[in-house]
């Protein structure tokens, strides 16, 4: 599956002229196989070794490009740094408090909300945005030992 998803992302970078540099595709792969909602400094700091040259503003214009084109959401939560999310469906977040981690949370039925906002307030609606938090079980075993 990841496979398939990193062929698509590199022909809608081609289809939006975008060059594919070894940079890039490594970026995108492991933004694609990510399940942690990777900063650019992580992003950064795994790739460093593999792209000597490479630089944490590399990684943030790449990352730019990519949100530009529809690949790759921005996640702002507060002051903490951006996370990225590579995009497949819609799907919402469910966060920890206590250490930040981010969780993926599919539940179609919320889609009914836009077409509801929509007719309740006349607005032409373009996306929403949910977030959930609590604890993580890891953070919810560490606080009964």
């Known amino acids: 599956m990841a496979q398939i998803q990193l062929k698509e ?9 975008v060059r594919i540099t070894p ?6 792969e492991y ?12 992003i950064y700091k795994a790739l460093e ?7 944490v ?22 002051d903490a740094s951006s996370r990225f999310d590579f995009v497949t469906t819609h799907h919402y977040h469910v966060i920890c408090e206590k250490c930040g ?3 993926d949370f599919h ?7 836009e077409h ?13 945005r949910m977030e959930i938090y609590g604890t993580c079980p890891d953070c919810s075993i560490k606080e009964a030992h």
């Not at 539940?107 to 909300?113: Q, R, S």
């Open 9 to 17: 992302a590199l022909e809608t970078l081609k289809d939006t002229g």
């Open 23 to 28: 940079q890039r595709h490594a970026i995108l």
């Open 31 to 42: 933004l694609i196989n990510s399940m942690s909602h990777p900063t650019a400094d992580d």
């Open 49 to 55: 070794g593999k792209f000597p040259n490479m630089s």
């Open 57 to 78: 503003a590399t990684v943030y214009n790449n990352l730019r490009v990519f949100r530009e084109v529809g690949l790759v959401k921005e996640l702002t939560y507060g």
């Open 101 to 103: 981690k981010i969780v």
């Open 107 to 113: 539940y179609p039925g919320l889609d009914e909300v």
């Open 116 to 128: 509801l906002a929509s007719h309740v307030t006349g607005f032409k609606i373009s996306h929403h």
